[in-house]
């Protein structure tokens, strides 16, 4: 099914699905090499990413920086690329494959379209989470935010290579921000978005990745194992006696004084709708 999902929906349209898997017209043959190429690169580990830097390998073999390739260019970067992951396509389904990308019939391909297709985009359900991640960032809804905002928001220790000790917060969160592509500082909702996109090519469930977008950007809710765990918790005692623990939906940029941390979380509690606080204690 994964093979086939190329627009990564969940849903194959059965006759789609037809040609594709029968090859039974142009179109079928094309997307059935495409779905064979993507299988290829989701059994190897660091596939997708590689994928990336065949963009890279594109773009060194346009040697005049058109950002398309005519055909000599694209069969000497991606033969290397095959070559590189085993993939073994013969003659005829690279013919098919240019031509299919050729839609212009100029007999050159845009080797950023080429590798985007073949990559898929988010579902729906993704995109909603990075949407949601952008508009915290994105306070002024200008479609523009900051690295530094970034910096103070993004919670670098959920990275699994921060938890796993490969790496440490700052360079993981210099490594985020260079992977963002911002220029003079400032980073493009298509920035992010573009970003997202590669991370969720070489993430199967949408359940992690609902998970890692909570928790890395701080967004409530969740159920299940896709439960938010990054948002501060606290104890709200009651003036009747009553205890409850809490989760303090938007826990971001908290005061680092104690005393100015404890009223502001007072403010956004009540904000939140909780109500006859006598007193809020922090877990350890």
């Not at 990564?8 to 495409?34: A, P, R, Y």
């Not at 908290?254 to 909780?274: F, H, I, S, T």
Request: proline share 1%.
């Amino acid at each position: 099914f994964n093979r086939y999902d190329l627009n990564n929906s969940n849903v194959l349209d059965i006759q789609l699905f037809g040609k594709m898997l029968f090859s039974t017209d142009f179109q079928g043959k094309s997307l059935n090499i495409m779905a064979r190429i993507r299988e290829g690169l989701s059994i190897r580990a660091g596939g997708f990413e590689s994928l990336r830097a065949m963009a890279r390998q594109f773009h060194i073999a346009d040697r005049d920086d058109s950002g398309v390739l005519n055909r000599q260019e694209f069969d000497v970067a991606f033969d290397i690329f095959l070559n590189c992951f085993k993939i073994k396509l013969s003659q005829a389904d690279k013919n098919n494959l240019f031509t299919h990308f050729d839609r212009d019939q100029s007999g050159t391909v845009s080797y950023d379209e080429f590798v985007r297709e073949i990559r898929g985009p988010m579902n729906g359900v993704r995109e909603s989470f990075v949407q949601q991640a952008f508009a915290i960032l994105d306070r002024d809804g200008s479609g523009l935010v900051d690295e530094r905002d970034v910096a103070n928001i993004y919670d670098v220790s959920t990275n699994p290579s921060v938890k796993s000790g490969k790496v440490s917060e700052v360079d993981a969160l210099n490594l985020f921000l260079t992977a963002l592509g911002g220029e003079s500082g400032q980073i493009t909702w298509e920035q992010f978005k573009e970003h997202y996109e590669w991370v969720s090519s070489s993430i199967d469930n949408d359940d992690y990745f609902e998970l890692m977008m909570r928790n890395a950007w701080h967004i409530s809710g969740g159920q299940g194992w896709a439960e938010n765990t990054s948002d501060l918790r606290v104890l709200v005692r009651h003036s009747d006696g009553s205890e409850e623990v809490v989760e303090l939906q938007n826990d971001m940029s908290l005061p680092l004084d104690p005393k100015q941390r404890y009223n502001e979380v007072l403010q956004r509690l009540a904000n939140e709708g909780v109500r006859d606080i006598s007193k809020v204690e922090f877990f350890a």
